[in-house]
């Protein structure tokens, strides 16, 4: 069955500051959406919001998914009603390993649970093909991973989870070059096979290369500016944002800078000078 | 040797160590008084709670020239009392871990005494506090006068998740002597909730997030019943028992 994620004018703020300034979307089943734009200007809270983070509180606007409404679900009944996202900084939870975690994420979709024998096939064919560490399963979710292997972890748990459709926020960072290849050809070979949409953070055209966006769109201030496909992510490799921001005379939200501050403290000065 | 005890319809019960023995003590009485004396011995004792009982624990152990791990393991919703008192002499060494899930109330008063010169404990306490719990923990590390190049260290740990009455723990450390190594530590916090975000985006329900979060904070290390034939069943015993009382 096709799926559609529909987004209408979103507003969203965090902590009392709007983030999303009215934000149109449609995402289809087997489509690849680049959503680029520079830091800070709303990527991750627009992906955060659809999966249903806490802190992000939606004050206009809809989300639809199959024509549910994705803002009165919980997170869980987000994704098991097929959403998924690939976290940029995915939690470490020390103590839970990642066999349990992976059984009761995949156990949360069945009536049943899963055979040990069927969880472990599933599980260590998708091991060799992201080329992880076979004592994977047996290790704390996370804990102790690199930068790398964390990636490639919520890639394994996309293949296993199967969603309808994935969000993947920088997705690619802290993977080498091969290691880029090797996620990227894998998202490829999920998509072909499970029909899956895809809604790809990332700042890096190799990725783009390989995926080969069917859409791509541009958030500058919490607003989609430009959309397009592949080219237009062609071209903001090549000659970055500032064309953007003079052609529709728009400036991207900076980053707040946090003053060093610097203290001597008192045992520090010499009261006689 | 291996050994199963079960305690019920006993009020007291006295071990004399002097092998390399194991000892698995189900308690499953609400008066018990345990003496213990442990000599040349590399021996291991576990205390087990699944009933739901109203207990009233002491526990007075003596430990010589000895190799020893004693281990507390309360994963029921029992009423618990506890009084430990544990003297280690003669280049003794004693590893203490106690793991309590706490949904009612528990007041646990440990002592551990380095009564002599070369003797070394380490406590290792974890709880996890549900909703309703009252948790009173008190663990004294003691080192007597003379007791000379002695080490004693403790660490406790507490996870909050819930709405608890009273969660307090108290380590203690009295030293008498100066050459000595000892240390405290006490940590306590609650369910981070990004982590529990990430779980529930897995699609995993908050209350199984919760259940796998507690139960792998207190579910004993497998090393613990090394060697143990019915170890898998032991630890099968804890897990069901926790995940019952932790929903």
């Known amino acids: 069955m096709s799926s559609t994620l529909l987004i ?3 507003h ?3 902590d009392d500051k709007e983030i999303l300034k009215g934000v149109d979307l449609e995402v289809n089943a087997g489509e690849v959406h680049a959503l ?17 983070h806490p802190r992000y509180q939606v004050t206009k606007g809809s989300i639809t998914f199959d024509g549910q409404d994705v803002l009165t679900m919980s997170v869980d009944e987000r994704a098991k009603a097929g959403l998924f996202l690939g976290m940029q900084n995915p939690g470490e939870i020390s103590g839970v390993t990642n066999s349990d975690f992976l059984k009761a994420a995949i156990n949360a979709r069945r009536k049943t649970p899963i055979s040990l024998f069927n969880f472990y096939k599933e599980i260590e064919g998708n091991i060799k093909k992201l080329k992880m560490k076979e004592d994977l399963a ?48 894998a998202i490829l070979e999920e998509k072909e096979k499970e029909g899956t949409g895809l809604i790809i953070v990332s700042h890096y055209d190799r990725f783009f290369g390989i995926i080969k966006p069917t ?30 921001y003079q052609e529709l005379k728009i400036h991207p939200v900076k980053k707040e800078e946090r003053p060093l501050i610097f203290s001597l403290g008192t045992c520090a000065l010499n009261p006689r000078s | 040797m291996d050994k199963i005890i079960h305690t019920k319809d006993n009020s007291d019960l006295d071990l004399y160590i002097d092998k390399d023995d194991r000892y698995i003590i189900f308690i499953d009485s609400e008066v018990l008084k345990i003496r213990y004396h442990i000599k040349k011995a590399k021996a ?24 020893v791990t004693i281990a507390f393991i309360d994963v029921s919703k029992s ?30 008063d440990i002592l551990c005494t380095n009564a002599s010169k070369d003797t070394a404990v380490a406590i290792d306490n974890s709880a996890v506090a549900l909703d309703d719990a009252r948790l009173r923990l008190t663990c004294t590390g003691k080192i007597i006068n003379g007791a000379k190049a002695s080490i004693s260290h403790q660490k406790s740990r507490t996870l909050v998740s819930g ?23 006490m940590s306590s916090g609650t369910i981070d909730e990004e982590v529990l975000y990430y779980m529930k985006s897995r699609g995993i329900k908050e209350e199984e997030a919760m259940r796998l979060l507690v139960t792998s904070y207190l579910l004993p290390d497998e090393g613990l019943f090394e060697g143990h034939e019915d170890k898998d069943a032991i630890i099968n015993l804890i897990q069901e028992r926790m995940e019952e009382n932790v929903r």
């Open chain 1, 8 to 10: 209408k004018d979103l």
């Open chain 1, 12 to 14: 969203v703020n965090v």
């Open chain 1, 36 to 52: 680029m734009g520079p830091n800070g200007n709303g990527k991750s809270t627009l992906l955060q919001t659809i999966m249903g």
């Open chain 1, 138 to 185: 047996h290790r704390f979710v996370n804990d102790g991973f690199s930068g790398g292997e964390k990636k490639r972890n919520e890639i394994l748990q996309m293949m296993i989870l199967k969603p309808k459709i994935a969000m993947l926020d920088e997705i690619d960072s802290g993977l080498d070059v091969d290691a880029i290849k090797l996620v990227a050809d």
């Open chain 1, 215 to 244: 859409h791509a769109h541009v958030i500058v201030d919490g607003r989609i500016v430009v959309e397009g496909d592949s080219e237009l992510v062609e071209k903001i490799d090549k000659d970055g944002y500032d064309w953007l």
């Open chain 2, 44 to 67: 291991k004792i576990i205390y087990i709670v699944l009933e739901e009982l109203d207990i009233d624990l002491i526990e007075d152990g003596k430990i010589e020239d000895s190799e």
């Open chain 2, 79 to 108: 009423v618990l009392k506890a009084q430990s008192r544990i003297e280690v002499k003669d280049h003794a060494s004693l590893s203490l871990i106690s793991k309590y899930l706490v949904s009612t109330d528990k007041d646990i």
């Open chain 2, 163 to 185: 709405k608890v009455k009273d969660v307090k723990i108290d380590p203690i450390l009295l030293i008498e002597e100066s050459d000595v190594e000892a240390s405290h530590a």
